[in-house]
């Protein structure tokens, strides 16, 4: 599996923007980059999928590079429901496990 | 909609017993269920993929006669811990997806195992 590469914590303010990077430069063309968060105490939630174009959803946004090296985890206004560990993870069109890094902590500050 | 549940969510057992924990897919039909483990402060780690009506495929280094995992129907996959030791306490988390291939894992809860 190729590998992501994420700091291990960040820090954000409340109703602010949260840019969450992910470096995977060993990413191959059938590499979906996939996008987990997991609130303490509980199992993880999926955020967010993509390929090559950018993606939105509900939760968040995804901006993925042109070359596909780097991707970044956009939260638009951050809240406090938010701290969590936000995993970055590669995964083969065909593939059907995960295999988790160990995430950025993001911590929000009220 | 996709919600797994666990069951239970805190077990404590003494050392040497066995303990079956639940995992069920309550608005779906889940073809495939995965179980990991979590230790404090480190991140999750796929134990065995499981699908439904055949053997389930182990993770290197993960014993499949300590861990048995049974996924006898398309909403339900039970692991068994067996002869329980304390190194063997973590946090069990299961997930399901709805297809074979490359679809949303959907998470349970967790599980907290405390062995004394």
């Known amino acids: 599996d190729a590998k992501t590469t994420q700091p291990n914590s960040m820090e954000s303010n409340e109703e602010e923007p949260v840019h969450l990077p992910c470096n995977h430069s060993?990413?191959?063309?059938?590499?979906?980059i996939h996008w987990y968060r997991q609130l303490p105490s509980q199992g993880p939630e999926y955020v967010i999928h993509?390929?090559?174009s950018n993606v939105n959803n509900r939760m968040a946004s995804l901006a993925i590079a042109e070359d596909r090296k780097s991707s970044t985890l956009i939260l638009h206004r951050a809240t406090l429901r938010d701290a969590a560990v936000y995993y970055c993870i590669l995964r083969w069109q065909g593939a059907q496990k995960l295999v988790f890094g160990q995430g950025t902590r993001l911590t929000i500050n009220p | 909609g996709a919600v797994v549940s666990q069951h239970p969510s805190r077990v404590i057992c003494k050392s040497g017993t066995s303990v079956k924990i639940e995992c069920r897919s309550l608005d779906f039909q889940a073809t495939t269920m995965f179980w990991y483990r979590q230790f404090p402060k480190q991140s999750l780690m796929l134990m065995a993929t499981s699908n439904e009506g055949s053997k389930a495929t182990y993770e290197q280094g993960v014993e499949k006669d300590k861990f048995l995992i049974n996924h006898a129907s398309l909403t339900l996959s039970t692991l068994t811990v067996t002869s329980a030791h304390p190194e063997d306490s973590s946090f069990y988390i299961c997930?399901?997806?709805?297809?074979?291939?490359?679809?949303?894992?959907?998470f349970g809860p967790g599980t907290r195992l405390t062995v004394l």
């Open positions: 993509g390929l090559t």
């Open positions: 997930s399901a997806t709805r297809d074979r291939v490359a679809d949303t894992q959907y």
């Open positions: 060993t990413i191959s063309g059938t590499d979906y």
